[in-house]
């Protein structure tokens, strides 16, 4: 049986410092505003208000922590062949929406890299400058503001500022993926979660065609039971009739877990705003937030090729076989 140590040493896996990265985008990456507020990927650490949300709501004490990583590595050496960074920052991402149960940090382990074997076009050269198609579209991403809770919101434009000709489906889903790795490697974001809206105004019949069951199961695997995340609501604003359609074709694979955290609101914003403050919301949503001008999302794709040594080494990881994973 190899060790976790041994793993590392073989193939020399190591997470880049997340404190250079931080230091290198905040001199050198494309600032984004929404108004008079300017977008910050948070990978410098945490304050004293995430320290005690992770104390209370993840059992995060010095004690639990260390117990956890020892054992999760010991549940890792017996998978000789999971080649991950032997790391506690990156058993962090798997422990915290686990709330520091080992066993359960490593069985959502087993299942992202699985999805990754099931899903090879999908996470071949997964990296923001070679997939830009949904970030340059504007479709995927980050508020600058959190909610009170500390979660990070996410925007996702699944409507008629989605053109399927320009941007396919599946990298529309890269760019989802990218985003929300992004967001796993926040410490801020792992203790507190994300919050999703999804804004689907002027969906139409076109979209919709595009959605086929294959694409839904595996988007729906992904979010419910590979994503190292604390997935706190989904927020569906804007919906008409062709969404309720497309609906159904998610609907069959939608665990309850995960359907008692999607909310539909509409243009209800007072609905929406007893999840997230007005503040931290887009004007068009109900909220504060002005969107920034020009082609943002071609800015927020430079800033992201600076977290990119970050996601390389997520690229290099996993199982280097295709055995079953149980």
Known sequence: MASSSTIIEDKKLKCPCKQDMFRNWQENGSKIKFG???????????????AQKAKEELRETPEIIADSYNELRKLIAGEPDLNIPDEEEYYQMFLRPCKYYPESAFRL????????????????DLLP??????????????LPLRAKDGSRI????????????EVSLNAFFKGMIMMMY?????????????????DVEGLSLSHVTYITPSFAKMLVDFVQKCLPLRLKCIHIVKQSFFFNMAFTIFKPFLEE????????????????????DKKALLKRHGGELEMPDGPFGVKLCQSLVICEPFL????????NTNNNIK
């Open 129 to 142: 400058s070679k997939e830009k198609a949904a970030l340059f579209a504007n479709l995927v991403y980050p």
């Open 109 to 124: 382990i087993k299942r992202y890299f699985r999805f990754r074997q099931n899903y090879p076009h999908i996470y071949t």
């Open 257 to 276: 877990k995960i359907r008692k955290r999607i909310h539909f609101h509409g243009t209800n914003w007072e609905s929406l705003m007893t999840f997230i």
């Open 154 to 165: 996410l925007i996702i434009e699944g409507g008629k500022r989605w053109n399927p000709k």
């Open 182 to 198: 992004i967001a796993m490697g926040e410490p801020k974001t792992q203790i507190a979660g994300a919050h999703i809206i999804l």
């Open 36 to 50: 008079e507020h300017q977008l910050n990927f948070d990978l410098d650490g945490i304050d004293e208000f995430f």
């Open 312 to 319: 390389e080494v997520d690229q290099r990881s996993g199982y």
